[in-house]
């Protein structure tokens, strides 16, 4: 099997990181709101840091995030603020801790509404980058241009995460992620 020409150029230790998250998750439809949710706080996590920094704490996220469930994390208290804020498997910043706690909050309303975090982005479809980034900015907090671009791309929201020479570019062709469908 031929890669990705972004793996290729990888030295072995950056693609035992890198491959398994290009391979099996990038681009990828997402339909779980849970790991939805957990996708939005690692790509907000991202910002100002390497994507490889966030997939080596990836485990950490999980646990100290109660694996990103949405309504453990919106009940989230100051004493779990300042468990996050000392937990040396994430990354502790107040503000983008606080950001999960919120946004758990405001998928958490979406959920009423939509029945679903997902059906709220499906019923979004279709919209440019900038149109969903100023959605994103208006529903969620810590959300700028590249981490809603991104976040969207990584769950196959918005076109973009593999290039058509690139061997995943067909399979998430068949797992049919939003940007491929017709709009309703």
């Known amino acids: 099997m031929s890669y990705c020409s972004a793996i290729i150029r990888m030295t072995e230790d950056k ?14 439809p997402i339909r779980d709101d849970n790991e939805l949710f957990g996708r939005l706080i690692m790509e907000i996590n991202q910002a100002g840091l390497s994507w490889e920094t966030i997939l080596k704490k990836e485990t950490g996220f999980r646990k100290a995030y109660h694996n990103f469930n949405i309504k453990k994390v919106a009940a989230y208290t100051e ?20 950001a999960a706690i919120e946004n758990a909050k405001a998928i958490i309303n979406l959920q009423k509404e939509y029945g679903s975090f997902e059906k709220w982005l ?23 241009g590249e981490i809603v671009n991104e976040f969207l791309m990584s769950t196959g929201y918005l076109r973009g995460a593999h290039t058509e020479d690139c061997p995943m570019y067909k399979k998430v062709l068949k797992a049919k992620p939003l940007w491929n469908r017709p709009a309703k």
């Open 122 to 144: 499906e019923a979004n479809h279709p919209k440019t980058k900038e149109e969903w980034v100023k959605l994103f900015k208006k529903t969620f907090r810590f959300t700028g």
């Open 79 to 98: 004493k779990d603020r300042n468990r996050l804020l000392a937990d040396a498997g994430i990354i502790r910043n107040r503000l983008k801790i606080n």
């Open 15 to 28: 693609k035992a990181i890198h491959k398994p998250y290009h391979d099996d998750h990038y681009g990828f």
